[in-house]
């Protein structure tokens, strides 16, 4: 339950704060940091069932669909699809519940769309300094998928309104820190 306006007002809070530089993570590292040197479809595998993601991340499974069918009367069946698994978390879960990729990094896959510290445009092309000004941009970009959807390939990339003040029980972030030491 966060939106772009909570995140940016955290980071300047913990960097005056702490001291230390904290920001979003840009795309290419968030990219990196979730594959983990895999070349797979997912850091855990292929995975063509989608049997084995319950184990690594928190999706749209078997406790979802119960969940959704028990307690509002809707499906993901014939909707969202979900994962032939079972996470044991029909919503947003707390974290480090499932096992880490193979870098070590708990959470980078399912639970929250991640924001990242990237404009969001359609290309990867090259963009000028200002049309990937997270201030001026219309659109954030993020990765992963949320507790709400079922896994997709790690070059899934998306987007939510920068300007958007409603928080929204999907989203989430994760920090880099620059220049941190471990004192």
Not at 102 to 115: A, E, K, S, T, W
Not at 152 to 171: C, V, Y
Request: proline share 5%; net charge negative.
């Amino acid at each position: 339950c966060i939106n772009f306006k909570d995140v940016q007002a955290y980071i300047s809070w913990l960097s005056q704060k702490t001291g230390q530089q904290y920001r979003l993570a840009t795309e290419q590292e968030f990219e990196y940091a979730m594959k983990a040197n895999t070349t797979s479809r997912y850091f855990w595998g292929d995975d063509p069932g989608m049997t084995q993601a319950c184990t690594f991340g928190n999706f749209a499974d078997q406790s979802g669909e119960y969940f959704a069918s028990k307690e509002v009367g809707a499906s993901y069946v014939g909707f969202l699809e979900h994962a032939n698994c079972d996470d044991g978390e029909p919503y947003t879960s707390i974290v480090g519940l499932y096992r880490p990729n193979p870098f070590g990094l708990y959470d980078m896959v399912g639970n929250i769309l991640q924001l990242l510290d990237a404009c969001y445009y359609p290309d990867y092309s090259p963009r000028s300094a200002e049309e990937m000004d997270l201030n001026k941009c219309e659109k954030i970009a993020h990765r992963t998928e949320s507790w709400h959807y079922t896994p997709q390939p790690h070059a899934e990339r998306g987007r939510t309104k920068r300007i958007d003040d409603s928080p929204w029980a999907l989203t989430g972030f994760r920090l880099a820190a620059d220049g941190h030491n471990n004192k």
